[in-house]
């Protein structure tokens, strides 16, 4: 870690960095993932997390992109169920469109074999 001046000023361990990754994306628990896209004008986190509130899930984490070739913005949900049929379909029904939807993310996204390869990539 270094300041703002490129001064030496600690160092975080792999594993502890990862750690944290985890615990900010909950990639280790179980539920479903949602892409979202929406103009930018558009864009109310209050507004999505109550739709989703509304159909009995919790928004676990949240990461949002700005597209500024298109004006959108892509928001990305974990969502502590798995089944995430009826959040689909109030999004839709409320003109927001799904991108893309996991309903297990964690089985069908390999993790570990992504982290292993992350950190073979670190150590090169």
Same mark, same amino acid.
């Given at each position: ?13 792999? /594993? ?7 615990? =900010? ?54 969502? /502590?169920?798995?089944? =995430? ?17 996991? =309903? ?12 292993? =390869?992350?950190?073979?990539?670190? /150590?090169?």
């Amino acid at each position: 870690v270094v300041d703002d001046e490129k001064r030496f000023l600690g160092f975080i361990y792999r /594993n502890r960095l990862f750690e944290l990754l985890l615990l =900010a994306t909950q990639a280790h628990k179980p539920g479903a993932v949602i892409a979202i896209t929406l103009p930018k004008q558009d864009y109310a986190l209050t507004k999505i997390i109550s739709i989703v509130e509304g159909e009995g899930a919790k928004v676990l984490s949240c990461f949002s992109e700005y597209d500024p070739e298109s004006d959108s913005a892509v928001l990305l949900l974990k969502l /502590n169920t798995e089944d =995430a049929t009826r959040i689909l379909q109030s999004l839709e029904r409320f003109g927001y469109e799904v991108r893309y939807y996991d =309903a297990d993310a964690l089985r069908s996204f390999d993790l570990k074999k992504r982290i292993e =390869a992350l950190l073979l990539y670190l /150590n090169v």
